[in-house]
């Protein structure tokens, strides 16, 4: 007897389903920090419909919105990165907050008190570092490279950046095989990797395919009261970001050398005439991003993380040399 075809669902509902989908993982950007804050003047007053502009200073990308009835305003999906903020009103001096540091996951409170004036005229503030979130409940611990790679390299026993955060986490123990967060059981954290779960057949295990040192920006150990948006773990959340390219050619190198001309000889080898053991250990790592070379001044940028969601408008870079 021949087999009857299965009829599936019609062609423009599979498209709008693979769509919907899409979407889903679009939104899911798990690394991405916020801007949130209120609006008002310099009586107290709120403002309505006034205009942010957040820009950020490596890569020139830009995110817009406007306060609403109760002067508030947010701006989500945020990569990590140094921003200024712009906030213009109708009969208000502009004013810009510069410098604003969000790192992975972090949201910011960036309050803004306008003054009367004319638009053309303009008040800066530098943004101070942030010493305490308090948007959020979440408790973690946030490691930035620089701070990883000045450490000694055998502190954790090799370029491995998750076992830096078991010395230096609260509340994390363990290795990059079997780990707890809080007492959590073993195998039970989940790992992200520019907002993308990394985990495979072992949950959170990212010991052999762990991306280079070189190449993270920055992560964090997020061990309680992170958000909803995080699922599929019951220990934890270890968040690795990527380092993104910029208008600016930019880039880091290492080199490691261990041999045993640079060790002095133990006691018993002095003592019995026999020479230093041999301990040869070479190991090298760089990385480099900046702007592609293209004809339009609003190329993507090089960058091994996602590119920006579509909300973004990239911002004409003026002094790109065009190709002939």
Request: a neutral charge; glycine letters at 10%.
């Amino acid at each position: 007897m021949p087999s009857l075809p299965i009829a599936g669902p019609p062609a423009p509902k599979r498209i709008l389903l693979a769509a919907l989908l899409s979407l889903a993982t679009l939104c899911a950007q798990t690394d991405r920090g916020s801007l949130t804050g209120t609006v008002s003047d310099i009586s107290g007053g709120l403002v309505r419909g006034a205009r942010m502009e957040a820009v950020n200073r490596a890569s020139h990308f830009v995110w817009r919105t406007t306060s609403g009835n109760a002067g508030q305003y947010a701006i989500p999906n945020l990569p990590p990165g140094v921003y200024d903020l712009a906030i213009e009103a109708p009969g208000f001096k502009k004013s810009v907050r510069s410098a604003i540091r969000i790192d992975v996951g972090e949201s910011i409170r960036a309050d803004a008190r306008l003054e009367p004036g004319a638009v053309i005229e303009s008040v800066e503030i530098v943004a101070p570092p942030v010493l305490l979130e308090t948007e959020t409940s979440e408790t973690g611990t946030l490691l930035p490279q620089g701070q990883v790679i000045d450490f000694p390299l055998s502190f954790s026993g090799g370029r491995s950046p998750e076992d830096f955060a078991y010395k230096l986490a609260p509340g994390a123990q363990g290795d990059n095989w079997m780990s707890r967060v809080n007492g959590s059981p073993a195998f039970s954290k989940e790992v992200l990797l520019d907002g993308a779960s990394v985990t495979t057949y072992i949950a959170g295990h990212f010991g052999e395919s762990s991306v280079s040192l070189e190449a993270l920006e920055e992560f964090r150990v997020q061990t309680s009261g992170y958000s909803a948006e995080f699922g599929r773990t019951a220990g934890g959340i270890f968040n690795f970001v990527m380092k993104s390219g910029g208008n600016q050619l930019h880039g880091s190198a290492m080199g490691q050398l261990r041999n045993e001309w640079m060790d002095a000889n133990s006691f018993l080898n002095n003592a019995y005439g026999r020479p230093r053991a041999r301990d040869r250990r070479h190991n090298y790592a760089f990385s480099l991003g900046g702007p592609p070379a293209s004809r339009a001044s609003t190329a993507a940028r090089i960058a091994p993380s996602s590119m920006p969601p579509s909300s973004v408008t990239p911002k004409p870079t003026p002094d790109w040399a065009a190709l002939p």
